[in-house]
T-cell receptor, first 115, second 110 residues
Framework: DAGVIQSPRHEVTEMGQEVTLRCKPISGHDYLFWYRQTMMRGLELLIY????????DSGMPEDRFSAKMPNASFSTLKIQPSEPRDSAVYFCASSFGQAAGNTIYFGEGSWLTVV | GDSVTQMEGPVTLSEEAFLTINCTYTATGYPSLFWYVQYPGEGLQLLLKATKADDKGSNKGFEATYRKETTSFHLEKGSVQVSDSAVYFC?????????FGKGTSLLVTP
């Protein structure tokens, strides 16, 4: 059974360029999460969706960040324009149902470097 | 709001030593508690979880008990191996998303 699939695994881009990160959640899962991991701030929740609808985007750092989920099997996180401080690992995760005990499964992450 | 505090490390142990990584939490309601592990260059994997007070989660020789009275969920392993070298994250899920601790880096030497 495939897990959460993210692409690209690694991305190096120049400041000012647009970056698009992609995610395919586990089939049947109705919650999708985007997290960012940095040394300074640890793991931060950026945004999450329920049934393709954004529920809480209060963690999105600024207007340069946007996320979409056009269908149940695909989500994107876009940064435009990118800046060096956006360098981080971006994780997509998914789960089924809202019960606190349900496991949230993570992808392998997209390792972004902005130079 | 909900939060998790864990010892930051790094923790360095010799192979076969006993491991404890402390984790305490603050939450309203009845959260579930998790330990995730991140091996170098990889994503987050669920290690174990507990969904109510006094539950013990266990996996791969690791254990943690959900202690409501002390608001703790300490991770333990009786005999660590070099292959256990990783970063360990304690996390809490009270609502829809996970709140993570800062992570504890563990290095096990032969």
């Amino acid at each position: 059974d495939a897990g959460v699939i993210q692409s690209p695994r690694h991305e190096v881009t120049e400041m000012g360029q647009e970056v698009t990160l992609r995610c395919k959640p586990i089939s049947g899962h109705d919650y999708l999460f985007w997290y960012r991991q940095t040394m300074m701030r640890g793991l931060e929740l950026l945004i999450y969706f329920n049934n393709n609808v954004p529920i809480d985007d209060s963690g999105m750092p600024e207007d340069r960040f946007s996320a979409k989920m056009p269908n149940a099997s695909f989500s994107t996180l876009k940064i435009q324009p990118s800046e060096p401080r956006d360098s981080a690992v971006y994780f997509c995760a998914s789960s089924f149902g809202q019960a606190a005990g349900n496991t949230i499964y993570f992808g392998e992450g997209s390792w972004l470097t902005v130079v | 709001g909900d939060s998790v505090t864990q010892m930051e490390g790094p923790v360095t142990l010799s192979e076969e030593a006993f491991l404890t990584i402390n984790c305490t939490y603050t939450a309203t309601g009845y959260p579930s508690l998790f330990w995730y592990v991140q091996y170098p260059g990889e994503g987050l994997q669920l290690l174990l979880k507990a969904t109510k007070a006094d539950d013990k989660g266990s996996n791969k020789g690791f254990e943690a008990t959900y202690r409501k009275e002390t608001t703790s969920f300490h991770l333990e392993k009786g005999s660590v191996q070099v292959s256990d070298s990783a970063v360990y994250f304690c996390a809490l899920r009270g609502g829809y998303a996970l709140n993570f601790g800062k992570g504890t880096s563990l290095l096990v030497t032969p």
